[in-house]
């Protein structure tokens, strides 16, 4: 397993094309949202009305990630959506003294850009996004419902599921579980997601021996679930504070993990 303190986009150029068997990422989604469009074929690239596009190839079509941009080319990306944080006290929770710190939310959740996606379908065979919705990519016919167990269908201010798109061509799935992780675990980070998610995603899509990909580790989840399951994870995340509180996590709950196995407790 490696682990990686930095920006995802100043490693991922390094890696060959399909390096990663899986690529399993919650991108923040703040601020905006990326198009996908259907491609005949070639994608362009600064095309004289103002556009650029790069494709990739899903089920055996060819899409491209399209860009409109103010006043032509050259100027600067013009998401197709604005979107936020909602939730009640959610945010607020995570906006700590006036956003001085840099884990506070404001700082850090901003959509990721046109090259972001680029490098994610070259260097990875199949992805799961967390926040598909966030982005319009191509149509799937499988999708992921995380189903929040302690969450009401109704009445409250937080969503009571989670969707994530996917690259795979079979029937969509739905997991049920608490947002709250096992009993007595504290959360490092406002989007973490359990442990034992990532656990049943690397159940239903991975397979032994395959290499997998987080680009926005945040609480470290996912990594916990890979090297916990025995797959080759590399991942990387760019605050330093969630990644000294995302490491210190691995560590404990993988070490406590080994611990169990050895006293033969489930």
């Known amino acids: 397993m490696q682990f990686v303190k930095g920006d995802c986009m100043d490693y991922l150029p390094g890696f060959d094309d399909g390096f990663f068997d899986?690529?399993?990422?919650?991108?923040?989604?703040?601020?905006?949202?990326?198009?996908?469009?259907?491609?005949?074929?070639t994608s362009t690239e600064g095309s004289?009305?103002?556009?650029?596009?790069?494709?990739?190839r899903q089920g055996g079509r060819a899409w491209s990630n399209s860009y409109?941009?103010?006043?032509?080319?050259?100027?600067?990306?013009?998401?197709n959506a604005k979107v936020g944080r909602t939730g009640g006290t959610w945010a607020t929770k995570y906006q700590t003294n006036g956003g001085i710190f840099d884990h506070d939310i404001r700082h850090w959740d901003i959509a990721p850009d046109k090259d972001y996606f680029d490098q994610l379908f070259r260097v990875s065979k199949n992805q799961i996004i967390w926040g598909g919705n966030y982005f319009e990519l191509p149509p799937?016919?499988?999708?992921?419902v995380w189903r929040k167990t302690n969450i009401?269908?109704?009445?409250?201010?937080?969503?009571?599921?989670?969707?994530?798109?996917?690259?795979?061509?079979?029937?969509?799935?739905?997991?049920?579980?608490?947002?709250s992780g096992h009993p007595g675990a504290g959360r490092i980070h406002p989007t973490q997601k359990p442990v034992a998610l990532y656990e049943w995603l690397l159940d239903q899509f991975a397979e032994p021996g395959m290499r997998v990909l987080d680009t926005h580790v945040g609480s470290g989840s996912s990594a916990i679930a890979c090297k916990q399951?025995?797959?080759?994870?590399?991942?990387?995340?760019?605050?330093?504070?969630?990644?000294?509180?995302?490491?210190?996590?691995i560590e404990?709950?993988?070490?406590?993990?080994?611990?169990?196995?050895?006293l033969g407790v489930e």
Do not use: H, K
Request: hydrophobic share 35%.
């Open 22 to 41: 899986l690529a399993i990422v919650d991108p923040p989604y703040g601020g905006g949202s990326i198009l996908m469009q259907q491609s005949s074929g």
């Open 48 to 56: 004289g009305n103002g556009s650029t596009a790069t494709s990739i």
């Open 68 to 79: 409109t941009l103010r006043g032509g080319a050259g100027s600067t990306l013009t998401p």
């Open 140 to 144: 799937t016919r499988c999708f992921v």
């Open 152 to 179: 009401p269908l109704r009445g409250f201010t937080m969503a009571p599921c989670e969707y994530a798109w996917t690259s795979f061509n079979r029937n969509a799935v739905m997991f049920e579980y608490t947002s």
């Open 229 to 249: 399951c025995g797959y080759d994870f590399i991942g990387f995340e760019i605050n330093d504070t969630y990644y000294a509180m995302a490491s210190e996590r």
């Open 252 to 262: 404990m709950e993988t070490r406590q993990e080994t611990i169990f196995g050895l």
